[in-house]
């Protein structure tokens, strides 16, 4: 049973560049969040996807933007890179939630973006 | 922003000695969860609390809620060298979005 799997692993970008990250879902998993991961920080939630639309934001531009397809995989595009983008990117999957948020988090080990 | 913080941001011990880390929240939750990161690595759920529970176990786990103070704790009993690693609280604040908490970095020696 594969778990969650995120390409590429590591990624060194230009500012000013844009960048798309991959996020296939524990098998069974229907909902995609993810998170943004500065060094010695906690991770910081991005957004969430659920029926290829996406269902909660949280404080980040709209430089940052997603898509969810039919089969449940995910990407995160940011674009115009700024030297602070830099971290590790996490995706994390789950069963679409009832209210509550009952349902834990499956991560995958996350994308190292460097933005130089 | 992070909803929780953990408390100490740093812990070191012995291997066999007990890590109790703690965690503070700002608003209503309907459940807790804690999960493990090894270094530079994905997050591990470990164990989830919900709002109603006062304390819950799993193996060497143990976690309590305290709603009305807005914290809760972990504690890990016998620690061994392999539970070196951070560990995170995280609460749904209401919504379906889990927010983390800024960590616990846990170093167990040999």
């Known amino acids: 049973d594969a778990g969650v799997t995120q390409s590429p692993t590591h990624l060194i970008k230009t500012r000013g560049q844009q960048v798309t990250l991959r996020c296939s879902p524990k098998s069974g998993h229907d909902t995609v969040s993810w998170y943004q991961q500065a060094l010695g920080q906690g991770p910081q939630f991005i957004f969430q996807y659920y029926e290829e639309e996406e269902r909660q934001r949280g404080n980040f531009p709209d430089r940052f933007s997603g898509h969810q397809f039919p089969n449940y995989s995910s990407e995160l595009n940011v674009n115009a890179l700024l030297l602070g983008d830099s971290a590790l990117y996490l995706c994390?999957?789950?069963?679409?939630?009832?209210?509550?948020?009952?349902?834990?988090?499956?991560f995958g080990n996350g994308t190292r973006l460097t933005v130089t | 922003s992070q909803q929780g913080e953990e408390d100490p941001q740093a812990l070191s011990i012995q291997e066999g000695e007990n890590a109790t880390m703690n965690c503070s929240y700002k608003?209503?939750?309907?459940?807790l969860q804690w999960y493990r990161q090894n270094s530079g690595r994905g997050l591990v759920h470990l164990i989830l609390?919900?709002?109603?529970?006062r304390e819950k176990h799993s193996g060497r786990l143990r976690v309590t809620l305290d709603t009305s103070k807005k914290s809760s704790s972990l504690l890990i009993t016998a620690s061994r060298a392999a539970d070196t690693a951070s560990y995170f609280c995280a609460t749904d604040a209401a919504t379906d979005k889990l927010i983390f908490g800024t960590g616990t970095r846990l170093q167990v020696f040999p």
């Open positions: 994390a999957s789950s069963l679409e939630v009832t209210t509550g948020g009952n349902s834990p988090l499956h």
């Open positions: 609390i919900r709002s109603n529970e």
């Open positions: 608003t209503s939750i309907n459940n």
